[in-house]
């Protein structure tokens, strides 16, 4: 009876994150792009949406960061500003009292990592839990191809063939 449990959770789970997705992607494409950065967001692709899945833990360990944020800086600048979103994820305590410590030490230190590596791209915490399953392998980089109909996963750190594709997928 518990497999079907959880059977069934990881499908509510699936049909949250769609509606979360068409939401993200709804918000993004109504953006409005300045006319100094117009020129460099014409040759990226507008039918696209890249999301990283963040480990907390892996925001604390250098050689877990590291290739996140050498992958992050070289996304085009535009890019970053309007079709890049990030997801935090992290483990939360039973008890309600350490939930309410514990997400205020996650956004506290989100906020620092934000500020000293200058991260453009909103990036939001995973109060739920909605997006754990994705961040199993260690940070995560999902790619939402609108004009495909595909998304591809792929998880850090990349191999250089995976970055090259990633940055001429979302060129071309």
Not at 37 to 52: G, N, Q, T, Y
């Amino acid at each position: 009876m518990k497999p079907k449990m959880k059977k069934r959770f990881f499908l509510k789970q699936r049909f949250f994150i769609a509606p979360v997705v068409a939401i993200i992607l709804f918000l993004n494409s109504s953006g409005d792009v300045s006319n100094q950065s117009k020129e460099l967001s014409d040759a990226i692709e507008s039918d696209k949406l890249v999301l990283f899945i963040i480990h907390m833990d892996s925001l604390m360990c250098f050689p877990c960061l590291n290739p996140f944020l050498d992958f992050y800086k070289l996304i085009p600048s535009p890019f970053r500003e309007n079709r890049l979103w990030g997801v935090v994820v992290y483990e939360n305590p039973k008890k309600k009292e350490e939930k309410v410590r514990r997400e205020k030490i996650v956004k506290k230190k989100l906020r620092g990592f934000l500020k000293a590596n200058n991260i453009e791209c909103p990036i939001v915490l995973d109060s739920f839990h909605s997006f754990k399953e994705f961040s199993k392998g260690g940070t995560t980089l999902l790619v939402f191809d609108q004009r495909k109909k595909i998304v591809e996963k792929y998880v850090f750190p990349l191999k250089k063939k995976q970055i090259e594709e990633i940055l001429n997928s979302l060129r071309n």
